[in-house]
């Protein structure tokens, strides 16, 4: 990893933090699609993707460290983003389903598309920040964190993120990391269908070593089901059916952008199986890591992912970025790299050969990647 770079701009200053502000823009696109209608239903994910993608390619990369010892009372202009993020996410879907459910001048396509791009807001936008404050030890934040994720109906993430991914990355153990060859669409049924189970068991597993059962009171998931339900309540008073309706397929698009991303963030990287189950530490290699500018801006440095895995609790300014041999670089931002794993032989053509380079230059003695590759733990030679 780099040094601290002595040109980065004072963390105090808010000229500095006003490129992660990035995401505002795309409040007044969904007022002006939801009043106007036609084409402009279409302008958040134009903003949200294209829009930075083709920033990216003007801005090119930033490979600059700020000093992370930087203390928090330096970061309060980077920090208000996320935590002012909750109230606006939560006014504008709540707000835009009432307006489309009491106004008559949006056809169903219209509303169908405006109600994808609400989807890009709160899963390219809120799920992002929601994952910033689920990692922080202030109360407030944890809760903010919550609450975003109650919005999509993806409480059980705060669990699964902390306690299964963080712990088991790059092994069998761990649902999204990717694994080699496995196309997006296969790997998000999957997700789907384990995620919420592995979570449970976390938590039931933290109980029981406290000598409670899985139904105690302290589970959070009582907390999950309870916001969640409370999400649903409101979106059926404001608009009905229709507005349950709506709220459910928000939901939908940010819980695909998420494991979109999750998808891109380890696919194919693996720790090397050390035997009787043990896996090497988690190094920065085993995460894609991206530094073009514009798409970290609107993602808070989530692209700077080695970094993140090495200090889960580092707050998204001071994350550090690594040189191609010490972690492996995307061509594109998460962005554009999503968009192409949506196209799984695009996708494969692109990334399959990155990853045997990075099997070759990092675990050369590793012969056999078949049980990697399955997801398997691999067994002891003559077994």
Not at 41 to 69: I, K, Q, R
Not at 119 to 124: A, E, H, K, N, P
Not at 270 to 276: A, Y
Not at 336 to 346: E, N
Request: glycine fraction near 8%.
């Amino acid at each position: 990893m780099s040094d601290a770079s002595p040109s980065a701009a004072p963390m105090r200053a808010l000229r500095g933090a006003l490129p992660f502000w990035l995401s505002l823009g795309m409040i007044p696109l969904a007022v002006l699609g939801a009043t106007v209608g036609g084409w402009t239903t279409a302008l958040l994910p134009v903003y949200g993707w294209m829009l930075v993608t083709l920033l990216d390619a003007l801005l090119g990369l930033n490979e600059e460290n700020p000093d992370p010892a930087t203390p928090d009372t330096d970061l309060l202009w980077y920090r208000a983003i996320t935590v002012i993020w909750f109230p606006i996410q939560f006014v504008t879907i709540f707000g835009l389903i009432w307006w489309v459910t009491h106004t008559s001048h949006l056809g169903t396509l219209e509303i169908l598309v405006l109600f994808f791009g609400v989807g890009v807001i709160s899963g390219t936008v809120g799920i992002v920040y929601s994952h910033e404050l689920l990692h922080q030890k202030n109360r407030l934040e944890r809760w903010l964190g919550d609450l975003l994720l109650a919005t999509v109906l993806y409480s059980h993430f705060r669990t699964e993120h902390l306690l299964v991914h963080h712990r088991h990355v790059g092994t069998p153990r761990d649902a999204v990391t990717a694994r080699y060859n496995e196309g997006f669409h296969r790997f998000f049924l999957r997700v789907l269908r384990e995620c919420p189970g592995s979570a449970w068991r976390a938590e039931a597993q933290m109980l029981a070593r406290a000598g409670k059962g899985p139904l105690h009171p302290r589970n959070p998931f009582w907390r999950y089901g309870a916001l969640q339900l409370a999400m649903l309540a409101l979106a059926a008073l404001l608009g009905g059916w229709a507005g349950l309706g709506l709220f459910l397929f928000q939901a939908f698009v940010a819980v695909w952008q998420l494991e979109l991303t999750n998808y891109v963030e380890h696919y194919g990287l693996t720790r090397k199986h050390l035997g009787n189950g043990r896996y090497e530490h988690v190094l920065p290699r085993h995460s894609w890591n991206a530094a073009h500018t514009a798409s970290n801006w609107l993602l808070i440095n989530l692209q700077r992912h080695s970094d993140h895995h090495y200090k889960p609790d580092r707050r998204f300014p001071l994350l550090q970025t690594y040189p191609a041999e010490q972690a492996p670089q995307l061509p594109l931002g998460y962005p554009a790299m999503t968009t192409m794993a949506m196209i799984p032989p695009l996708w494969r053509r692109r990334m399959n050969p990155r990853v045997r380079a990075w099997r070759k230059t990092h675990y050369p003695e590793i012969g056999d990647w078949a049980p990697y590759n399955r997801g398997e733990t691999p067994m002891p030679r003559g077994a």
